[in-house]
């Protein structure tokens, strides 16, 4: 089925460059906005704007392609893009959904069933186990969600119990499920994302690696990419592992498969088992240059009037300085040099 009109379930930058894409390869597009965001950069980019209760109410999306006569759905990530039902649904109410499919979304958002496709297509997993079996360090971890959620370090038998309970307790509130598990805890590791780039025929690629090591909290603070750690045959062992999980699973579309290395041998790579959309998207398309015309167009347009801006101002900060240095030079320095221009 070809798009001729699609909306874009998100705001900010992730749906100012699927405009973007959209208006290279002719198809109009539709941008939803919250009451509260009437004013921001997507609601005035698209070709059509739907005011919608919520970003999060599916529902929402649904009825703004129906009444736009819209025939496919672009999740963006965050928000709704790896909601499951959410791409069900969209399906259910003939639509095109721009994305994975629902299975895949179930499969790599369950860090338990991804573990298990994960050993079972040949990718190094990270132990996990019961807590006598791990010994210590070991991490509790949600089964659900990610964004460092519902996640404990336990370094003493006494601190297990606690962690445990607090842990539940996230895992429940931050995404209504509280299964959990323990995995060996790695020290120091580098976490290293592969970008991964699927169609629906079966064909994966990878698109080289980013460095997210550098966290807060279990949020990232800075991405590298190339990663510093990563030499030519890890990275494509990296590789290798990344399209075979993301077919392991049935991916489609742009999505990172997460992986770990410990950080006393950079030659053993752990996944951490998820392919999932991620913000980290537009670094992938500036480091390999995978990238659409239009978003390239907009950049070298952008960047000329960078360029135009900082040429104005040196201009003008020039022309300051050199009234004020005319303003503060004494009378008799400036008749001085005037009768002899070639003397300091």
């Not at 963006?76 to 109410?93: H, K, P, Q, R, T």
């Not at 659900?144 to 996640?151: D, E």
């Not at 398309?285 to 070298?300: F, K, L, P």
Request: charged share 30%; hydrophobic share 40%.
């Amino acid at each position: 089925m070809s798009i001729t009109k699609l909306l874009v379930a998100n705001r900010g930058e992730i749906a100012l460059r699927v405009f973007r894409a959209c208006r290279a390869l002719g198809i109009a597009t539709v941008a939803v906005v919250a009451p509260d965001d009437k004013g921001s950069l997507h609601a005035r980019s698209a070709d059509e704007t739907v005011e919608i209760a919520s970003y999060l109410f599916s529902e929402e999306h649904i009825r703004a392609a129906k009444q736009t006569g819209a025939d496919a759905i672009h999740p963006g990530y965050g928000f709704l893009a790896e909601n499951a039902d959410f791409a069900e649904a969209v399906g259910a109410a003939e639509l095109v959904w721009v994305g994975p499919p629902p299975e895949a979304l179930r499969a790599g958002g369950d860090k338990l069933e991804a573990k298990r496709i994960a050993t079972e297509a040949g990718v190094p997993v990270v132990p996990t186990g019961e807590p006598e079996e791990l010994g210590l360090p070991l991490i509790v971890k949600a089964a659900a969600g990610g964004g460092g959620r519902g996640m404990r370090v336990v370094r003493a038998a006494g601190e297990l119990e606690e962690a445990l309970a607090a842990a539940r307790r996230e895992a429940k509130a931050a995404f209504g499920d509280d299964r959990l598990f323990c995995e060996r805890y790695v020290e120091r590791p580098r976490h290293v994302e592969i970008q991964v780039l699927a169609d629906s025929h079966g064909d994966v690629r990878s698109l080289g690696e980013r460095d997210c090591s550098i966290q807060r909290r279990h949020q990232k603070v800075l991405e590298e990419s190339p990663s510093p750690a990563v030499d030519e045959s890890l990275r494509a062992a990296l590789g290798e592992a990344g399209v075979a999980f993301a077919r392991a699973i049935g991916y489609e579309g742009a999505g990172t498969a997460e992986f770990m290395l410990d950080g006393r041998e950079r030659s053993s790579s752990r996944a951490s088992t998820s392919c999932r959309r991620k913000c980290a998207l537009p670094r992938a398309s500036r480091s390999t240059r995978v990238a659409n015309r239009a978003a390239t167009r907009s950049r070298c347009a952008c960047t000329r009037r960078i360029h135009a801006r900082s040429s104005r101002r040196r201009a003008a900060s020039s022309a300051c300085v050199s009234q004020t240095a005319s303003a503060s030079t004494p009378a008799s320095k400036k008749a001085t040099r005037s009768a002899s221009p070639t003397t300091r």
